[in-house]
């Protein structure tokens, strides 16, 4: 077994003994996780298996002594630009849970998303997306990595503890929420909801590495008008009357964003120790209505991504979402039409970065937790988002994402983990809540 190396006393040495015993049990409970259907939503699509997953969660928390919150949050409505406009919870409740400790320790958020991209292209699977399969030392099923794997390892170890009658000094807070894939909602009710610790830890595969920090992210669609007119007969100047191909005047906005993507990338105030700079590009596009036809519009989403270091005194992207429309309005003005017929921007919700310091101490107890099991980590970043960066902004909780598997496996056919992660990950949180939050006398 790979637990074999670190420092680790009596007590731990029984702790790592039990969860390593535990093997089985462990690849039991994340297969009855994945036999919930909890695909993430598109919008509109009805709730799935969310709220059955939360209760099997909600009971056994409940039977190691926690105090347990299951709710349904308001819809969002509209006007809070920090989650999607409209957004309903039903059939989709939120988890919290409270363990509490003997006092005199730190308190550590334990905290995971239900929700796992869905399975298709089903067909291309080996075996059933939804029914957890072993083979060759690895557990495959859609959620098994993001982040099933990572949530039953978390729930193992506050298990194992208590088995063991291990009173920790300080609290436990679990916090399983829905809607990661898609926005980050969920963590954001959760913590409007009063989520929060001194420290957390989100079970993100990172493959025991401690990722402290995330870029933030917004999809804005950019509408380029056109004039229709018939594609198989001369046109006379826009200026008279003529058509205009929607199109084609992409072309000028597609190659500001080029620019703009090289500019970002050479900026020093991008730089950042565990990020790669900001992105922006094109992954959506409409235009046209008929093949004889200009098209009268040509709507482009855009994938913007931006540094922590880039958010504003009032916690929002807003102004690299200035920038990104100055820039492409400008370039685009190179072309007297968009003078008279601006681009028109739509900016759905912001999904806003943060980060911890690389050397806090919930970094350090988390790598060398992972090292005392004998798997080494490093500190690095996630250049996508995570619920972590909500718990750090809106909850002044210092959260990382620590868990088991790879990001390569993450929304991929054949998603898998190895039953060794699993292992080695519950083992590790258990030594992190033994060590962050102490233990009773
Ligand atoms: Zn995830």
């Given amino acids: 077994m790979s637990a074999a190396e670190g420092a680790r006393s009596a007590l731990e040495e029984r702790v790592v003994a039990a969860v ?58 509209t006007g809070n630009r920090f989650v999607p406009d409209d957004l309903d919870f039903e059939g989709r409740p939120q988890l919290a849970a409270h363990l509490r400790g003997a006092g005199g320790g730190r308190s550590l958020l334990l905290n995971g998303h239900i929700d796992a991209v869905s399975a ?74 009063g989520v929060r610790a001194e420290a957390g830890l989100c079970a993100e595969p990172t493959g025991f590495d401690a990722w402290v920090a995330c870029r933030g992210g917004v999809n804005p669609i950019l509408t380029i008008e056109g004039r229709t007119g018939h594609s198989e007969t001369a046109q006379p100047h826009w200026s008279a009357g003529g058509a205009v191909n929607a199109i084609e005047k992409w072309e000028l906005v597609q190659r500001a964003i080029r620019d703009l993507r ?64 100055e820039r492409l309005n400008a370039a685009a003005a190179a072309d007297p039409w968009f003078a008279e017929h601006p681009i028109r921007w739509h900016w759905p919700c912001d999904i806003v970065p943060d980060e911890v310091p690389g050397d806090h101490p919930i970094v350090t107890a988390a790598l060398a937790a992972a090292r005392d099991v004998g798997r080494a980590g490093v500190v690095t970043g996630m250049d996508s988002w995570h619920d972590a960066a909500v718990f750090i902004r809106r909850a002044a909780t210092p959260t990382i994402s620590f868990g088991p598997g790879s990001l390569a496996q993450a929304h991929a056919v054949d998603e898998f983990v190895p039953v060794q992660d699993l292992v080695d990950h519950a083992a590790s949180v258990a030594l992190v809540l033994l060590r962050w939050c102490g233990v009773a006398e």
């Fill in 20 to 77: 390593t015993a535990g093997r089985d049990e462990l690849v039991g409970l994340v297969g009855d996780l994945i036999a919930f259907d909890t695909t993430a939503r598109n919008p509109g699509d009805p709730a799935r298996d969310e709220a059955a997953l939360q209760e099997y969660l909600r009971a056994r928390l409940a039977a190691v002594g926690a105090t347990t919150d299951v709710w349904e949050p308001e819809a969002t409505g």
């Fill in 120 to 193: 298709e292209p089903r067909e291309l699977w080996t075996s059933d997306p939804h029914k957890a399969e072993v083979r060759d030392g690895r557990l495959y099923g859609r959620g098994s990595c993001d982040m099933k794997g990572g949530i039953a390892g978390m729930l193992f170890a506050v298990e194992t503890l208590q088995r063991l009658g291990v009173r920790l000094a300080g609290d436990v807070v679990w916090c399983t929420d829905t809607d990661e894939e898609s926005s980050g909602a969920g963590a954001y009710a959760c913590v409007a909801h």
């Fill in 262 to 325: 090289e500019d970002w990338r050479k900026r020093p105030e991008h730089e950042h120790p565990y990020l790669s700079p900001p992105d922006i590009l094109p992954t959506v596009i409409h235009g046209g209505e008929w093949m004889v036809t200009y098209p009268s519009s040509c709507a482009v989403t855009l994938s913007v991504q931006y540094m922590p270091a880039r958010v504003d005194a009032d916690g929002s992207g807003a102004a690299v979402f200035r920038e990104v429309e």
